[in-house]
């Protein structure tokens, strides 16, 4: 369905009409547009009192040892690079829940959930840890073995009440088939 800007929430203004929560750019999934501005305003608020879950699927470097784990570690602007987010101990909480799906030789895929809405939580946190996640130009100095576009790194499944209905609400979005074909390679290389 096509929207225009006309018919969206006008609380994201004329740069991102309706648009309640944002992706980091080159991550793919779902994301959240409200068509009026009652409805912006409940799905923020659910964002602001962690209502609305969030499941990502990733794909690191690296053998991730657990099988799952949380991080929790406070992220905020970097000191060296004011482009980029750290972990900074006088940094905003941010809590990070990831699983193992699968291992490959030198890799991992991961199932990832987020508590917090930090700005490029989840890659800040896995490549702090050890794990960046392939194709991320930006945390894991520069590495992309498999030439990919953008980082694979994908908004699989949004949780969330509808703002006017009030009945629950649960939207897949399946993984892109660039991200798909580099799970295939992973597989016949093990």
Do not use: C, W
């Not at 969330?160 to 597989?187: R, S, W, Y």
Request: no cysteine; net charge positive.
């Amino acid at each position: 369905m096509a929207l225009s800007k006309d018919s969206l929430s006008g609380i994201g203004g004329e740069i991102r009409p309706g648009i309640v929560h944002r992706l980091d750019k080159d991550t793919s999934g779902l994301i959240i547009v409200a068509k009026n501005d009652r409805a912006h305003i409940n799905l923020s608020e659910q964002i602001k009192n962690r209502k609305i879950k969030k499941t990502y699927i990733a794909l690191v470097r690296g053998n991730v040892k657990e099988n799952e784990a949380t991080i929790n570690m406070p992220i905020g602007r970097s000191d060296k690079d004011r482009k980029k987010m750290a972990v900074k101990k006088n940094g905003k909480e941010a809590l990070t829940h990831f699983k193992v799906i699968e291992r490959f030789n030198g890799y991992t895929l991961l199932e990832v959930k987020i508590e917090t809405g930090r700005t490029h939580q989840i890659r800040v946190h896995l490549s702090e840890i050890g794990y960046p996640v392939v194709g991320d130009a930006v945390y894991s100095n520069g590495k992309n073995p498999f030439g990919v576009r953008g980082q694979l790194l994908h908004a699989q499944k949004l949780e969330f009440i509808h703002p006017i209905t009030g009945k629950n609400m649960v939207l897949e979005a399946n993984m892109p088939e660039e991200f798909k074909n580099v799970i295939e390679d992973l597989k016949q290389i093990m």
